[in-house]
């Protein structure tokens, strides 16, 4: 027979020889398995990645190797990976934008649901609202009311339309019905400059590596998005305490899909790598120095993770009447 497999039948392939060849020699075939993460190397999502899949490398006893497609808030990777064979060798790292690129984006091709199996949530990535240590805001709740008090006046900065900061800022105008202006850069760091200056009111940020800056006196933590309050941010108030209950269900989850029709014992075998390796110690330790909260779900539970994810941001990116062009 001549021409490529269908999805269907390279799926059935992977599982005959999953189930067929000895372990050593599963070890040994084939390539590795790609970890694809839709963004540039260095940021939280590609640390998390290559944090997770050098321990998955060892347990599953072949490579597993991190690969970057930049692009469209991580829109070609994601294609990319729907088009591969369901073989388990082709995974997605997902984020926010796996559920909010198919909302705002006329030209995405992709069904968030449908075109994949869901293998693990891995973490969650909580955030903080940050402002300039001599701005005139004292918490969150001065922020409202500066923006109650002056409809349009409060700035926010985010690393782009439709991300996580962006989405956060938004969520916390629709909650309390006021205006706020949305400033996005290319990036975290940029923006977090401007707020740092004083030229942008405030921004929501990822935990990851905001804490030095609380504690050299550049930034002032307003409130975190946790339910809890954060042990890297004692005296920093939840958004609950600040008025806010509910905030802590419109997080960021980091997980893993693979292609549709990929067999259920190669979806199976990858998803008790990532939990065994997500409840040792060290990585575990790892990851929440990262501002991760570390989960390791069943494929079951990130299913039912992705339904309702998809669910609250296509109802708050409607309230907030976000389009892909402008916040």
């Not at 497999?5 to 020889?17: D, K, M, N, Q, V």
């Not at 690969?67 to 997605?92: F, K």
């Not at 030095?212 to 339910?227: C, D, F, N, P, Y």
């Not at 790892?286 to 993770?305: I, K, M, N, Q, W």
């Amino acid at each position: 027979m001549t021409g490529k497999l269908t999805r269907r039948a390279a799926g059935a392939l992977a599982l005959s020889s999953l189930a067929t060849l000895p372990q050593a020699a599963r070890a040994q075939q084939g390539r590795p398995i790609r970890l694809v993460v839709g963004f540039a190397a260095g940021g939280p999502t590609d640390v998390i990645a290559r944090v997770l899949g050098q321990e998955m490398q060892g347990l599953l006893g072949q490579p597993v190797v991190v690969e970057n497609r930049a692009g469209a808030n991580s829109l070609i990777a994601t294609e990319g990976v729907m088009r591969d064979p369901p073989d388990g060798q082709s995974l997605l790292v997902t984020t926010l934008a796996h559920s909010v690129n198919a909302i705002l984006l006329p030209n995405a091709r992709y069904r968030p649901l449908e075109d994949f199996a869901p293998v693990s949530l891995i973490a969650t990535l909580p955030l903080i609202a940050v402002t300039a240590t001599n701005s005139p805001y004292a918490n969150i709740g001065a922020v409202v009311a500066a923006a109650k008090a002056r409809p349009g006046s409060v700035t926010y900065g985010s690393a782009g339309n439709g991300g996580s900061a962006h989405l956060s800022a938004a969520l916390l105008a629709v909650m309390t019905q006021t205006e706020m202006t949305h400033v996005p850069f290319r990036g975290n760091a940029p923006a977090l400059a401007e707020v740092m200056s004083g030229r942008l009111s405030f921004m929501f940020y990822p935990m990851v590596g905001i804490a030095e800056h609380i504690q050299r006196g550049q930034l002032r933590g307003l409130a975190v998005s946790t339910a809890e309050r954060h042990p890297d941010f004692p005296d920093v108030p939840t958004m609950a305490e600040a008025g806010f209950g509910g905030f802590e269900r419109y997080i960021q989850g980091v997980g893993l899909v693979a292609p549709a029709e990929t067999p259920a014992p190669v979806v199976e075998r990858l998803n008790n790598a990532v939990r065994t390796a997500l409840a040792k110690p060290e990585l575990n330790a790892r990851l929440r120095s990262l501002g991760a909260v570390v989960v390791g779900s069943t494929p079951e539970e990130f299913r039912a993770f992705l339904v309702a994810d998809l669910e609250r941001w296509r109802s708050l990116i409607s309230a907030a009447r976000i389009t892909a062009e402008a916040g």
